[in-house]
């Protein structure tokens, strides 16, 4: 146990959400641009919730939002009873003083089901975009974190 203890002590990882790590300097430093769309509306609110609402913005996040709906399952009647909804997020973060910092592609899917009522359908399918701009989001702060982890 204390040979391991000693082998992590040489390495250089540290957790990103350490003090000094680098959630921290994404931290409140990360103006999104503004919505336009409730898939736009959806991702910015899951950035803001894991990287904090801009207060003094260091940086600024671009991003352009794509979606497909499929459908996945159908009848032999021809009547589509599962979607995949899959989205694609092309990104790029830039430091506010000029100059790209890094920049990436997130991308996912998720499904549900067409069975129900149309209120129903209607209501599975706003859920699963809600969910899908989560995930992408949630790639999107993996990937800063990993960059700014990086960075010199």
């Keep these: 146990m204390a040979l ?33 769309t409730k898939n736009g509306f959806d991702l910015v609110e899951r950035l803001e919730e894991r990287l904090g609402r801009p207060t003094d913005p260091r940086f600024k996040l671009a991003y352009q939002i794509k979606t497909d709906r499929i459908g996945v399952g159908v009848t032999t009647g021809n ?5 995949h909804l899959r989205g694609r997020v092309d990104w790029r973060l830039t430091d506010m003083a000029g100059g790209s910092v890094t920049e990436g592609v997130a991308e996912g899917f998720t499904a549900w089901s067409a069975t129900g009522s149309t209120v129903s359908g ?31």
């Design 122 to 152: 209607l209501a599975a399918e706003e859920d699963a975009g809600y969910r899908l701009m989560r995930i992408l989001a949630d790639q999107i702060v993996t990937r800063l974190l990993a960059s700014v982890g990086h960075a010199p």
């Design 79 to 83: 009547a589509i009873t599962r979607y």
């Design 4 to 36: 391991a203890g000693a082998a992590l002590a040489g390495c250089t990882f540290t957790p990103a959400y350490a003090p000094g790590g680098p959630a921290e300097a994404l931290q409140g430093a990360v103006r999104v641009d503004s919505p336009d």
